[in-house]
């Protein structure tokens, strides 16, 4: 009964919202290979990681130019490789960013100054073809924070000893933070799938977009020490034990990756559904309903990022095992919804 109720919820949903609703759409970077992890340093300039290349990748001003590649960086011919990148709260003073990428080994979070060596700050993260889950991002309050798969290990998930299937939380030097739900741990909240996007609103409320099995994909609201019901739960639950999600969509409708908070709203990049999510985001941390942008029009989508002139920066991830690239696949897009 509850799967039926959340199907007719859906459709009900969808059938209210438009099918595509209008953005300007400006081409910022062409010729891409798979970028993942997308961010701006404190100049207005914008870094980004290429998946399978393991490269670290400089865009100043429409230019593209390799920082650095990441040596032990292996793609899993999948959807492993070169992913998350965050840029340090202290940028300015200590020329720091974060990255988190595969290995022969693992899944690994390492800091570099850039055009040095990775130094890795937390190792040992199960790694597989698949669900590797990825995002790396700095919360208000100065932590680290980053999503991982459950490396097609589904039990890992509920399991609060293994760092799978989970939202970390730690310091820049990878220790657990202070005040984390489940002791000396970096392990923030469990029972994930494969949880790719993460960020906050203004009130410091934690969302993050996570893909699904075969039937549910979600946007979640993260609170310290909560469990959001994988394997048990895909969707809604309605069991106490577990967190429901704030919305879901069919899984062809999304299979969503980065997600970003602008301008009072979520925006979730589909990859599968080849769409932007814009759900309307409520000063109490509820939101309304989503509307699709972009829909078909350039394919898969990976990771939506504000940019410094007020638009939408959004990659596109058509060169990977799934895609369909066009002439100009992989972009950049600035998108002004």
């Known amino acids: 009964m509850i799967r039926r109720t959340c199907a007719v919820v ?7 919202t438009p099918a595509a609703a209008a953005a300007e759409v400006k081409p910022v970077a062409t010729g891409l290979d798979i970028p993942w992890g997308l961010a701006f340093l404190p100049d207005g300039s914008a870094l980004f990681t290429q998946r399978d290349t393991g490269q670290l990748m400089s865009l100043r001003d429409g230019q593209v130019t390799e920082v650095q590649e990441i040596e032990d960086s292996q793609p899993t011919n999948g959807e492993g490789g070169l992913m998350g990148l965050a840029v340090s709260p202290e940028f300015e003073a200590d020329q720091t960013v974060f990255v988190f990428y595969s ?14 060596a990775p ?3 937390l190792t040992g993260i199960a790694k597989n073809r698949f669900h590797n889950g990825g995002r790396l991002a700095f919360g208000p309050d100065g932590m680290l924070y980053a ?12 399991d609060p000893n293994s760092l799978n299937g989970k939202i970390l939380r730690m310091t820049p030097d990878g220790a657990p933070a202070p005040g ?4 000396d741990s970096v392990v923030y909240s469990i029972g994930h799938r494969n949880p790719q996007g993460l960020d906050w609103d203004d009130a410091g409320r934690l969302y993050s977009a996570e893909l699904g099995d075969n039937t549910w994909d979600e946007v979640n ?13 895909e969707g809604e639950c309605g069991n106490d034990e577990f967190v429901d999600p704030l919305v879901t969509w069919p899984t062809s409708e999304a299979s969503p990756s980065g997600l970003a908070v602008h301008d009072g709203h979520l925006y979730v990049a589909a990859l599968r559904g080849q769409r932007l999510w814009q759900v309307p985001l409520n000063g109490d941390g509820s939101v309304g309903a989503p509307t699709a942008l972009l829909q078909g029009e350039h394919g898969r989508l990976r990771t939506p990022v504000p940019a410094p002139d007020g638009t939408l920066w959004v990659t596109t991830s058509n060169q990977d095992n799934n895609g369909n690239p066009g002439p100009d696949d992989d972009q950049i897009l ?4």
């Open 334 to 337: 600035s998108v002004t919804p």
């Open 180 to 183: 984390n739900p489940f002791g």
């Open 221 to 233: 609201l993260i609170e310290a020490g909560r469990n959001y019901g994988w394997p048990v739960c």
């Open 10 to 16: 859906a459709a009900l949903m969808l059938a209210l």
């Open 103 to 116: 290995t022969s080994e693992d899944n690994r979070i390492a800091k570099l100054r850039l055009g040095e």
């Open 119 to 121: 130094q890795p700050i």
């Open 147 to 158: 999503a991982t798969g459950d490396a097609l290990d589904r039990d890992s998930a509920q």
